[in-house]
């Protein structure tokens, strides 16, 4: 799975937008959290929530995850109302917050010129 990770990121990184290459991220965490069960001798390869199982991730991670997705998708996740998935109820969004380290970055990428990606 990490090999076609790093392929993804190779590809992606040559698109230049940014939400895109982000995936790759979320790719990293899902392979670490399988690697995270098979050390606790947990089968994963099946574990969603059509299954009812789930991949052992920290509240760091899942943390970094809502990073992400908000990076992706924007506040789409904070304005759409909450729907149930199969049946189970969905968790209210958290606003993700930007660690503070990143602050100076994304004052320049919010001050840089915006092109279209076609």
């Known amino acids: 799975m990490r090999f076609l ?3 993804f990121y190779g590809g992606a990184t040559q698109t230049g937008i940014h939400a895109f290459i982000e995936f790759a991220g979320l790719m990293t965490m899902f392979i670490d959290g399988c690697a995270a069960a098979e050390a606790e001798g ?9 299954s009812g199982s789930h991949l052992p991730l920290t509240g ?5 995850l809502r990073e992400k997705l908000v ?3 924007g ?12 049946g189970l109820a969905t ?8 660690p503070r380290a990143n602050t ?4 320049r990428r919010a001050a840089a010129p915006r092109t279209s990606h076609g």
Do not use: G
């Open 5 to 7: 990770r790093d392929v």
């Open 42 to 50: 947990r089968p994963w390869a099946h574990a969603d929530v059509h």
């Open 60 to 64: 760091n991670q899942l943390d970094y």
């Open 71 to 73: 990076c992706i998708y």
């Open 75 to 86: 506040t789409s996740f904070e304005t759409a109302p909450s729907k149930p998935v199969n």
């Open 91 to 98: 968790a209210s969004p958290r606003r993700a917050q930007r």
């Open 104 to 107: 100076a970055r994304a004052q």
